[in-house]
Structure formats: C-alpha cells, structure tokens
C-alpha cells in the first residue's frame, strides 16, 4: 500500500549508540519531512527537505540530522543516541497538496 | 508559536452512530486544512482535506466542516465502524508563504472509539 518506505520499525539501542533511521519513497516527491511523535500525541516536524541538497530544521529543535542526496532517500541520523531519543519517527513526502505518511521507526534508547 | 488544538481528547460511540471530531486552530494565515486518520502502529492516512475557499467538503462517510470566522474545523463521520476506531489529528498549512509555507502543523488527536 505505502510509497513510502521506513527501516527499521523497531529500534531498541544503547546510550551512545550511532543510529540511522532509513526513508527512501518511490514516487519522485521532491518535499520530504520528518516528524517526530511521542505516544497519543501530535506531530512535531524535526526536519524538511525541499529537495536534492535542501535540507532545514523543522519547528521542533532536534539533535539529529538529515541528508538528502538523492531525491528518493531522506535518512536521519542520531550521532549519539539518548534516553530522551525515545519516540517514534515519521517520515513524508508530498507533490501538490497531498502528503504521505511512512510506518514510522519506534526507537528506544537504554 | 501557531498551533492547532482539539477540544475532546476521546470520543466513544456506538457502531451507526455518527461522530463529530471538532478542531480549533489559531494561525489565522492558514488556507489548508488536513484530517488525518492513525491506526496503531502505522502512520497517519489521508481522510479529507479542505482549502479555506470551502466552508464543507464531502467525501465518502465523511464531511469536513470548516468555519473561518471562529477558527474551528471538524470532521463527521456518518454510521460510525468499528473500523474508524483510530486517533484522528487535524493538521494545517499555509499555501500562500509565510513561515508555516510548506510545513503541516498537527494539533493533539482525538482517540476515537466505535462500541459494536
């Protein structure tokens, strides 16, 4: 069903453990985004990207970063993962007014 | 900053009952409204959106009510399942620029339960 790809689902990880969380989609979008999202809570955009070598903090201030160097791949990567990492991550694209949302990564940090 | 809230935190009804979900948002620059539907575990789904040039728009089972004067979306849906069962969130968006040009805000979701 999902253009939109996310890898891994679950993630349980040690303190200071590097981490990428993978989102690669399939339709060509040049808008990408991640939100993060604590359980039962909203949406919180981290990160956006407007396309190849655009990359821009979102309205949530956030210690990881992003890349974009190719238009399908929007990885995110935590250098040194804590504790209050704990959450899950959702990746989207979008063309015209309609985005789409990917599984989400659950991580947990020990 | 802008953000946009629900009024209700959960919502129970009975299996054929209607549902309203209400959202108030306080951007008065945004043009786009999204409801989005999330089952656990999976990512927000598409519902139905609405552009602030419409005050109503009708899709299947659903209607998106949108009142600019009070600042105040909400959603129905008609003959309620037990597969809507979900967290609702209703996200906006300015398309005209500005600082939230491109970028949807979520408000706090609604936890709808549907009772066979």
């Known amino acids: 069903e999902a253009d939109i790809y996310q890898t891994p689902r679950y993630l349980v990880i040690g303190t200071g453990k590097k981490i990428t969380l993978e989102c690669s989609q399939t339709?060509?979008?040049?808008?990408m985004y991640w939100y993060q999202q604590d359980p039962g809570m909203e949406l919180h955009l981290i990160h956006y990207s407007y396309g190849v070598n655009s990359t821009e903090k979102g309205d949530l201030s956030s210690e990881s970063t992003v890349s974009r160097i190719r238009t399908e791949h929007f990885p995110l990567t935590l250098e040194s993962a804590r504790p209050s990492h704990t959450s899950q991550y959702l990746c989207a694209s979008r063309t015209g007014y309609g985005y789409t949302f990917g599984s989400g990564t659950r991580l947990t940090v020990v | 900053g802008e953000n946009v809230g629900l009024h209700l935190p959960t919502l129970s009804v009975q299996e054929g009952d209607n549902s309203i979900i209400n959202c108030a948002y306080s951007?008065?620059?945004?043009?786009?409204f999204i409801w989005y539907k999330q089952e656990s575990g999976k990512g927000p789904q598409f519902i139905i959106d609405?552009?602030?040039?419409?005050d109503k728009r009708q899709g299947q089972r659903v209607t998106v009510l949108l009142n600019k004067t009070v600042k105040h979306l909400s959603l129905q849906i008609a003959a309620t399942q037990p597969g809507d069962s979900a967290v609702y969130f209703c996200?906006?968006?300015?398309?005209?620029?500005?600082?939230?040009?491109?970028?949807?805000?979520f408000g706090q979701g609604t936890i709808l339960t549907v009772h066979p």
């Open positions: 996200a906006d968006e300015t398309l005209a620029g500005g600082t939230s040009y491109g970028k949807l805000t």
């Open positions: 339709m060509g979008h040049d808008k």
């Open positions: 951007n008065s620059a945004s043009d786009y």
């Open positions: 609405i552009r602030s040039n419409m």
